[in-house]
C-alpha cells in the first residue's frame, strides 16, 4: 500500500500535469522497461539492479533535455513533480556522484550503443514516412579548454583539473574554437538522426563517413574531395564551377539543408551551451543523449501531426 506521503504527491502531479504535459507524453511514446535487458546480467548481488539502472537512463535523459550539471540534476529531481513523475515517483534519488559514476559506467563496453539501436528500433515501429537519401553533417561541441598555467603541469591526465584533457583547438573562418565536433547522420523526410560520432574540434568533417554501402548522402562544400562508401555521392563541389557543376549545388543544398535541423531545434529548446566535460568518452554519451532525447522530440511531433 502506497504512503500518504506518495498518494499526497501524486495528486498533486494531477494539476501540474493539466499545466504542462510535455515528459508525460515522452514517458509514454517509448518502451523503457524494454532497456532492461541491455545492461549485463550482475555476477553476483553487488551493484544496481537492471530496474535502478532505467531510472538512471530516464535522469540522464532529463539532464539533456534542461542542460543541468550533475548537482543541478539531483536538485530538480527532488524539487520538481514533473521530473518524480517521469521517474515514477523513486523512493530515493541518486546523487550527483551516482549519476558521474552511471554516465561512466554506459562508457565502458556497448550499453550506450545497445540503448541507441533500441530507441532507433521504437522509431521505426512508428512507420514514420521517410525519404531516399542521407545527410551528414557536424557541429562544434565547445568547451572551456581551462587555465593554461593552473600548476597542474606534468601530474597526468588523472590529476583533478578543469584543463581540458581531449579538446582540441580549430579555426572556423577567422574564429578560433575549443573543445570537441559532432558528426550526424540525418534521414531525409523524418529529420531523424540515426547515427552519430564524436570527435575533437580539430578533426576533419571529411575524415568521418557515416554512410552505408546503399545510401545516398549529400554533403556541403567541406567534404568535396573526400570519399564516402555510399553508393551515391551527392556532394556538393567547390572551386570554379561549370553552370551544370552550380545548378547541382543549388539542387544539393536544397536537400541537405535540413541536416542542421537538429542543431537549431537542440539550440532552441534544450538551451545547449558547449560542454563542461572534459574527456572525450564522456562527451560521446552526454550528446549521445542530447541527440536521443531530439529525436523523441521529432518523433512526438510527427506522431502527433
Given at each position: 500500500?502506497?504512503?500518504?506521503?506518495?498518494?499526497?504527491?501524486?495528486?498533486?502531479?494531477?494539476?501540474?500535469?493539466?499545466?504542462?504535459?510535455?515528459?508525460?507524453?515522452i514517458?509514454?511514446?517509448?518502451?523503457?522497461?524494454?532497456?532492461?535487458?541491455?545492461?549485463?546480467?550482475?555476477?553476483?548481488?553487488?551493484?544496481?539492479?537492471n530496474?535502478?539502472?532505467?531510472?538512471?537512463?530516464?535522469?540522464?535523459?532529463?539532464?539533456?533535455?534542461?542542460?543541468?550539471?550533475?548537482?543541478?540534476?539531483e536538485?530538480?529531481?527532488?524539487?520538481?513533480?514533473?521530473?518524480?513523475?517521469?521517474?515514477?515517483?523513486?523512493?530515493?534519488?541518486?546523487d550527483?556522484?551516482?549519476?558521474?559514476?552511471?554516465?561512466?559506467?554506459?562508457?565502458?563496453?556497448?550499453?550506450?550503443?545497445?540503448?541507441?539501436?533500441?530507441?532507433?528500433?521504437?522509431?521505426?515501429?512508428?512507420?514514420?514516412?521517410?525519404?531516399?537519401?542521407?545527410?551528414q553533417?557536424?557541429?562544434?561541441?565547445?568547451?572551456?579548454?581551462?587555465?593554461?598555467?593552473?600548476?597542474?603541469?606534468?601530474?597526468?591526465?588523472?590529476?583533478?583539473?578543469?584543463?581540458?584533457?581531449?579538446?582540441?583547438?580549430?579555426?572556423?573562418?577567422?574564429?578560433?574554437?575549443?573543445g570537441?565536433?559532432?558528426?550526424?547522420?540525418?534521414?531525409?523526410?523524418?529529420?531523424?538522426?540515426?547515427?552519430?560520432?564524436?570527435?575533437?574540434?580539430?578533426?576533419?568533417?571529411?575524415?568521418?563517413?557515416?554512410?552505408?554501402?546503399?545510401?545516398?548522402?549529400?554533403?556541403?562544400?567541406?567534404?568535396?574531395?573526400?570519399?564516402?562508401?555510399?553508393?551515391?555521392?551527392?556532394?556538393?563541389?567547390?572551386?570554379?564551377?561549370?553552370?551544370?557543376?552550380?545548378?547541382?549545388?543549388?539542387?544539393?543544398?536544397?536537400?541537405?539543408?535540413?541536416?542542421?535541423?537538429?542543431y537549431?531545434?537542440?539550440?532552441?529548446?534544450?538551451?545547449?551551451?558547449g560542454?563542461?566535460?572534459?574527456?572525450?568518452?564522456?562527451?560521446?554519451i552526454?550528446?549521445?543523449?542530447?541527440?536521443?532525447?531530439?529525436?523523441?522530440?521529432?518523433?512526438?511531433?510527427?506522431?502527433?501531426?
Open positions: 500500500m502506497e504512503s500518504l506521503t506518495d498518494f499526497g504527491l501524486k495528486e498533486k502531479y494531477s494539476k501540474v500535469k493539466q499545466l504542462r504535459d510535455k515528459l508525460e507524453r514517458k509514454s511514446i517509448v518502451d523503457w522497461d524494454s532497456l532492461t535487458k541491455l545492461f549485463p546480467e550482475r555476477e553476483n548481488l553487488v551493484g544496481r539492479p530496474y535502478e539502472k532505467i531510472l538512471m537512463v530516464k535522469i540522464l535523459f532529463l539532464q539533456s533535455i534542461y542542460s543541468m550539471s550533475d548537482e543541478e540534476t536538485y530538480q529531481c527532488y524539487n520538481r513533480l514533473d521530473f518524480q513523475q517521469f521517474l515514477d515517483f523513486p523512493n530515493y534519488i541518486p550527483y556522484s551516482t549519476i558521474w559514476r552511471f554516465r561512466e559506467e554506459l562508457a565502458e563496453g556497448n550499453t550506450f550503443e545497445n540503448i541507441w539501436d533500441e530507441i532507433q528500433r521504437q522509431i521505426k515501429s512508428k512507420n514514420i514516412k521517410i525519404e531516399e537519401g542521407i545527410i553533417d557536424a557541429v562544434f561541441i565547445e568547451a572551456d579548454p581551462g587555465k593554461t598555467k593552473s600548476g597542474m603541469n606534468g601530474r597526468g591526465r588523472l590529476a583533478k583539473t578543469s584543463r581540458s584533457k581531449d579538446g582540441s583547438w580549430t579555426k572556423k573562418g577567422k574564429r578560433s574554437i575549443f570537441f565536433k559532432a558528426h550526424t547522420k540525418v534521414r531525409r523526410g523524418s529529420k531523424f538522426i540515426e547515427e552519430f560520432a564524436v570527435t575533437t574540434a580539430k578533426t576533419h568533417d571529411g575524415k568521418v563517413d557515416l554512410a552505408e554501402v546503399n545510401d545516398i548522402v549529400y554533403r556541403d562544400r567541406g567534404y568535396s574531395g573526400m570519399g564516402t562508401r555510399a553508393l551515391g555521392d551527392a556532394t556538393m563541389k567547390r572551386g570554379n564551377l561549370t553552370p551544370h557543376e552550380y545548378l547541382r549545388n543549388k539542387r544539393i543544398m536544397k536537400k541537405r539543408s535540413i541536416g542542421e535541423h537538429p537549431g531545434y537542440i539550440d532552441r529548446n534544450f538551451h545547449r551551451d560542454t563542461k566535460l572534459t574527456e572525450l568518452h564522456r562527451v560521446f552526454q550528446t549521445g543523449f542530447v541527440f536521443m532525447a531530439y529525436n523523441i522530440f521529432r518523433l512526438l511531433f510527427l506522431v502527433g501531426k
